[in-house]
């Protein structure tokens, strides 16, 4: 029963914690340009994340070590620290997202100015993981993001043409570059390479091993799926409410009217409240990974169950990033350009994250019996085929489209 | 080392050329499709605004987010009406500009009133139906523009 209660609450914890401020971006913003056409990227996205969290969790448990300590170990050190480069720019890009992203919804809710909410938020942040532990930290953030469910409501309190959104799941192309640069973003945005890094090593800090292989499965495949449920709820709320009228759901406050026009005041209480556990929590994670990945290339002790005391330059290198992140969002660029500017440069970097787990969960020799299955192996090539494609595109794409502005 | 002097010079060109051409990039008349693209904003902008001052006339929002959102979305109108005020428009496009000016300003205009009264249903209302003429007219602006260049 308690392991029962165990996975059930991880899943939970998995599903509040999916979405980031890129997710909620890209999401609402595909759905307003392209209705519903851009689902079945948004399910692409989700099961892609899935596979490779599943393996990243397997790796961990199994052979105790994290995503970064496998690709210096894979890659080598000059390959390795390339990895570390671009992931570490692209974690700080994201860090400083969220962390606008956070200070944003406090600004709607609190109206004062921008700034003081970014220092605010920052600290909130350093309180929060000062005074939880790692699993106390994990459970705030999801089950308080598990308020993004007032989006599903939406939805179905919509009542759109259940055809058209049915026809959105099959996937379709188009040579519009604007339709590839969002089919790119709503992808990478599900595929986040901090996602990965922050998974695995959390499977660290909670000590799994072999036994947390079921439980790692199921977070992995179920609590991913219903997270990409929320995910499609927002392209399926914006495509409904935003695309006939062509509204530009640049700000992201627009991304909370869908709930507030389906329930009034309460709705946009909780779509706001979703939002910001959801960037908080992202805030948390993809600090942590720019931290973790340091760390565990550079071998310090790391983790956040050591402490302070026993990993100090992990503490201290955790509050540089978040520091340098606050730098960032306070020198005036707008967070919703930097989402966007950091999930597509991590499409970039996502092939130096995702090839070495992909190489090391299929090493027999590393992982025993428990090394890729014939469906993991198929479904990881395929996605990290696709992947190297987009990470070919995306910039492109990002020049084409004047970053998504058309 | 020939080589090496030779880099200053190289440098230099490449430098001159592309403050050349952003320079090119920015300096020409506004064209219609640019016009249009404004215009486009400014509607969407204008749906945007009806959005959140239609939660301000039913009283089912929160007035500092009207508030917020309306100081943001007029901003955004704000330096839209400026960009479009300081081009250069082409002859053919010169009317549709300074409409398209005034549009944009009046938008403006609308959203510091929700900004100003962010909780008043009276208030919320009359924004949201003048935000609908607003934008019905940014609409009409954007098909002249189209039917016009066929």
Partial sequence: MKTVLKIALGIIAALGGFLDIGDIVFNTQAGALFRYDLLWAVVLGTLGIAVYAEMCGRVAAVTGRPVFDVIRMRLGFGLGLAALIASTAVNLLTVAAELGGLAIVLQLLFDAE??????????????????????????????????MIVFVATAINQGPDWGAVAQGFVPSLSSSTLYLYFVVGVFAAALMPYEV?????????????????KENRLNAIIGYALGGVLACSLVVVSGYLFHPVGVDPSDLGTAALPAQNAYGETGLLLALGGIMFCVGGAAVDSSFSASYNLA????????????????????????VFLFLAMLVVLSGINPVEITEYSVVFAVVALPMTYLPVLMIAGDRSFMGDHANGPISRTLGWTYFALILVLALAALPLLLATNGGGG | VQCRRRRPGVAATAVALGVFLILL??????????????VESIAALAAQGQLVANGVARDATKSTYARVMAKTLGGETEHEAEKLADAEPSPEVRRERNAAVQVATELADLFSELQT?????HHGALVEKHMGEVGAQAEALVERLGGDAG
């Fill in chain 1, 114 to 147: 921008f700034s003081l909410f970014v220092v605010l938020a920052a600290i909130g942040l350093v309180i929060v993981v000062a005074l939880l532990p790692f699993g106390g930290i994990e459970r705030l953030f999801g089950y308080c993001g598990l308020l």
């Fill in chain 1, 197 to 213: 890094h922050f998974y695995s090593s959390g499977a660290v800090e909670e000590h799994w091993d072999e036994s947390s292989l």
């Fill in chain 1, 296 to 319: 565990q290339f550079l071998g310090w002790e790391w983790g956040r169950y050591r402490g302070p005391k026993k990993a100090p330059r992990f503490t201290a290198s955790w509050l």
């Fill in chain 2, 25 to 38: 990039s920015g300096c020409g008349d506004l064209s219609r499709d640019e016009l249009t693209r404004g």
């Fill in chain 2, 117 to 121: 009264f962010p909780g008043d249903e």
